[in-house]
């Protein structure tokens, strides 16, 4: 069965972890309304448990502060788009991709560092780098079960 995905290549900069850090807020949300609109017996499913354990790793996410000597820094990540247009891709596929924005500014930020900085600027670029490893530590934790399982 052929995917409903292609991958693409997009271009950004380490700011790009605001709108990424928005997307899994917005999943965050939007998986506590399923939680809590569950009734009877359904909430007590293995799937709205699971459910409601990403919620809640989601919800302890936050944007961090991206220092200014860091924000126009380049980034390149791929990017899971649905091939039919009109369709918004599943939440484990969102998921992912700002996952992958949150890897490709990790990377561009090891990257300065290991290529020097005189500026002085190294422990806010250290401590940036800590926080996007323990978020994505956190996204890849997330389950996100369908419908039926």
Known sequence: M?????????????????DAFNVLEE??????????AAEGGFAATQRIV??????????????????????ELPIEYVERTMMRKGRQPGREVRCDNALNVLRAAGEAIEKWLTEGDDTGNRMEAEELSSLLEDAIFTGEGCEFPGMFG
């Open 27 to 36: 999943l965050g949300n939007e998986i506590r309304d399923v939680v809590e």
């Open 50 to 71: 699971t459910l409601g354990e990403t919620a809640d790793a989601l919800e302890l996410l936050s944007t961090p502060d991206v220092p200014e000597h860091l924000r």
């Open 2 to 18: 052929p995917s409903s995905y292609k991958n693409i290549t997009c271009k950004g900069t380490v700011a790009s972890i605001e």
